[in-house]
């Protein structure tokens, strides 16, 4: 066991002095994100005029630190591993981490085996916290990770329920305000393609797809709307689908810009022009929007601020289990190009 030398100021002392909590100080002499430069300058302050040294060698036993990070993909479905959300949020996620030392690890779990599994490697201290995206509603894996105490952090949510803690985008929102664009377009006949529907982000942008048709005055037509998958395959297949029970149709929104990309092939082959004829908008941002013809107009998710929340409450659940979820919706933002 390492002793204190009777004087040597601790880490209690040090947030005293500095009036921050222990998890702050710590995140300071770990240099992690997620710390006002203001604050971090008080601390630096506190432990020079305290003369406080960290002690690495009882910080390593005391907290027996892996120095890892596990992102865990519990997606069944392989194709969603090409799409362009995957790796750009494995990117945001590695770019949040990369100041922080720690290793961050891709786990896929795909079966209560697996689930099983991989809580008993997390529970053996061989990941610090863990990381979940692509979680489908009724995923137990949440909850039992919140009943083993691990430090976790959810990439959306389950449903509006949702206790354990996430950042999520404003999902609704994002399409109301695209729906409210193609109406003020001009556009009445609007259909959505939808992602898919046991995953909460798929149900709240068809939510605000609804709400934005009913402040409108418009009934929404259950035929006007198409499940999809995220993917350009589906984008293409409800297209065709919606083009079939309504021919006089003016306006989509696409769950994704992947399938945004899929409805405008179909567009395109049944001699529709976008936007003339149909105004199409898409619902990420990537940069596959800026390359389509014509350009994609989109709701644009921010992606980069995503991954630095979620590193930021792991830490800090890491560092400080704390009292309450955390709970982080971030605004989306509609860029007009020229498909809409």
Known sequence: MVKRRPGTPTLEEVA?????????????????PGVKESTRRAVQRAIEELGYVPNLAARSLAGRRADAVALVLTEPDWRQFAEP???EIVRSLGDALADTGMQLLLTLVRSE???????EYARGGRVDGILLMSVHAGDRLPDMLA???????????????????????DNAGGARSA?????ERGRRTIATITGPLDMYAAQSRLRGYQDALALAGLKGTRSLV??????????????AELLERHPEIDGVLAASDTTAVGALHTLRAAGRRVPEDVAVIGFDDFPLAQST?????TVRQPL???GRAMVRLLMEEMEEPAVAWRHVILRTELVVRESS
Not at 179 to 183: N, R, T
């Open 16 to 32: 005293a002095h500095a009036g921050v909590g222990r998890g702050t100080v710590s995140r300071v002499i770990n240099n992690a």
């Open 85 to 87: 959300f995957f790796s």
């Open 113 to 119: 085996a697996e689930r099983q599994r991989f809580l």
């Open 147 to 169: 009943e083993a105490r691990l430090p976790t952090v959810l990439l959306g949510r389950r449903s509006g329920d949702e206790y354990v803690s996430y950042v999520d985008a």
């Open 179 to 183: 729906v409210s664009h193609l109406l």
């Open 226 to 239: 198409a499940e999809g998958d995220f993917t350009e395959e589906s984008g293409r297949r409800a297209m």
């Open 293 to 297: 013809k014509p350009r994609l107009t």
């Open 304 to 306: 980069e601020e995503i």
